[in-house]
């Protein structure tokens, strides 16, 4: 498998034996290289080596075997023309550059335990499956790894909210607004809540702000949910549509199945033209909130349901409004909020809490949400720092080479 070759060479998994071309030159890994993402060009950039005692600098490229080097038409691409080495675990043939330069080539086994215990990071049947090295990993690798986590999980949650900015014409007011609604949905409806945004006219909305009746008909009529609320709500919708030229979403969208009375779709929607009405759902105010209490009185709610809505909006919010225009204040502000609130209940946190992995704040759940996701449910073992111990950890003094360095990368 060509993943765990690549994690052999990036963690320098290497065997005590000197290493050797296959035209015999000895080979000395000063450094692997930076890892390359994305799909296009050679797998490491910026690696040194040592041949027979020279030092090159260039890019690496790896393979099950070399002669899928002429599979992937490396032959013809220039991008490749500055590999210095080529990996692989089978040398079936040599190879060369688009300008006919014969690239050295580096048997590399990869340590049958490693196809082990990766083999058993796949298949087990305990979810998760690392969890026997969960109780023996020291308190300051598990800061670090759930620190990075929670960064990530609030990335993604900016991009999201960067996406819907994007889509509204680079209006951050709507951007947030159509992020609030879609979370105001709870969970099961938070898809339609998000169609909902998409079609509501938030600037016809705009002229009308003052008049909450008028603000109820637009939410409600835009939502086609107008035969669940008062029959008074029709004509002013008729109106209002005439008017601005409304098309109204498919209610067929939204689920009312195993949904409680308080969390019924036009419930929320009227809430929701409330909070709007009294200008509580503007990005402005939000930003000028300095706690999770500040919060609370914006949304006029408190307990889980202020928890949810504030972890998934108002924090993201925050934090990616200050990372797009660089105030720094504003994601440090974000991150002393989700540290504020005592960690989230679920079945998540609670399946790592039963392995020995507890956490006292939302930052420390949301981290333990972005790994289970991100990293487990993908089977991404390979990126993750916790399947880095399992896989490395019992074994790495006895196979790690000291003359290339000991002490593994991560």
Partial sequence: MERLLHYTWRHKLLPLAPLRTTDGREVEIVSPGLYNESDAGPDFFNAKIRLDGMTWAGNVELHTKASDWYRHRH??????????????????MDVETSQAKRIPTLVLPVPERLRRDYGELLNADRYPPCHKIIPSLSTLKIHSWLGALQTERLERKTQAMAERVKARNGSWEDGYFATLARNYGFGINGEAFDTWAKVMPMRAADHHRDNLFQVEAMFIGQAGLLDRVDGRYRSEYDYLRRKFGFEPMDAAQWRYLRTRPQNFPHVRLLQLARM???????????????????????????????????????????????????????????CDMLESLKAEDNNIVRMWADCGLKVADAGGSQALIQLKKEYCDRKDCLRCRFGYDFLTGEYRNAFFSEDTG?????
Avoid at 75 to 92: F, G, P, R, S
Avoid at 312 to 329: D, L, M, S, V
């Fill in 75 to 92: 032959d013809t691409d220039t991008a490749y023309d500055n590999v210095i080495l080529h990996v692989v675990e089978v040398a079936d």
């Fill in 406 to 410: 000991g002490q593994a990368d991560m």
């Fill in 276 to 334: 709007y009405h009294e200008h509580r759902t503007g990005l402005s105010a939000l930003l000028a909130c300095k706690d999770v209490k500040d919060i609370g009185r914006l949304y006029g709610m408190k307990g889980a349901r202020l928890e949810l809505l504030t972890i998934n909006t108002a924090i993201p919010a925050i934090f990616a409004y200050g990372r797009h225009h660089a105030k720094e204040q504003l994601c440090e502000r974000a």
